[in-house]
């Protein structure tokens, strides 16, 4: 059973474009929501996370919504960059163990 | 980068040998986990560690054992290798509940 569903799958964006990823969640314990940026040969990396209390938060490029009720989220990159091209994951936690249930990933392509 | 060493990082194995993964930590955290990372799951939960010999079982825990001896490493390992078992596996760490999760930079292994 799939609790964080993640689309697309991947994502092609032309440089200075808007790159939005999305995912839904089943569990209302899940309190912790966090996107991960993972590039070949690495591990994920914390890119940006948001706690159910707040509908946005935003740091530099990276925005998140949060929408409690529809129990969805998302990642905006602003202004995307070749950089940026990465598989992105969502991912959810419950208070319990802190234990991170991802997403599918979505592999983010970003052509100059 | 937070200091997570994972070894090794590529292995490969015949069907039916035992094969174990060292995840070792110098940042003195509580929490260590264990996912794997195929294509279409994203990352998913192993099992995961509490405490010196505190551990649990994750969502795909068949076939794997883990043990923690000492607060900086944590073992996993497949007591019988089997083709399934083939993929990326990182080890994560966590200092506290809420807190950001550090991934190391993974083992890809390969059971023939």
């Known amino acids: 059973q799939q609790q964080v569903k993640q689309s697309p799958q991947s994502l092609i964006v032309q440089k200075g474009g808007i790159s939005i990823i999305n995912c839904a969640y089943e569990n209302t314990a899940f309190d912790y929501f966090p996107w991960y940026q993972q590039v070949p040969g690495k591990g994920p990396a914390l890119l940006i996370a948001?706690?159910?209390?707040?509908s946005e938060k935003k740091e530099g490029r990276f925005t998140i919504s949060f929408n409690k009720s529809a129990k969805q989220f998302s990642l905006h990159i602003m202004d995307s960059q070749p950089g940026d091209s990465a598989t992105y994951f969502c991912?959810?936690?419950?208070?319990?163990?802190?234990?991170?249930?991802f997403g599918q990933g979505t592999i983010l392509t970003v052509h100059p | 980068d937070a200091g997570i060493t994972q070894s090794p990082r590529h292995k490969v194995t015949e069907t039916g040998t035992p094969v174990t993964l060292r995840c070792h930590q110098t940042e003195n955290h509580r929490y260590m986990y264990w996912y794997r990372q195929d294509p279409g799951h994203g990352l998913r939960l192993i099992h995961y560690s509490y405490g010196v010999k505190d551990t649990d079982k994750g969502e795909v825990s068949d076939g794997y054992s883990v043990s923690r001896s000492k607060t900086e490493d944590f073992l996993l390992t497949l007591e019988s290798a089997t083709s399934s078992q083939t993929s990326v596996y990182f080890c994560?760490?966590?200092?506290?509940?809420?807190?950001?999760?550090?991934f190391g930079q993974g083992t890809r292994l390969t059971v023939v």
């Open positions: 994560a760490i966590r200092g506290g509940i809420g807190t950001e999760a550090f």
């Open positions: 991912a959810a936690s419950k208070p319990s163990y802190g234990k991170l249930t």
């Open positions: 948001i706690r159910p209390d707040v």
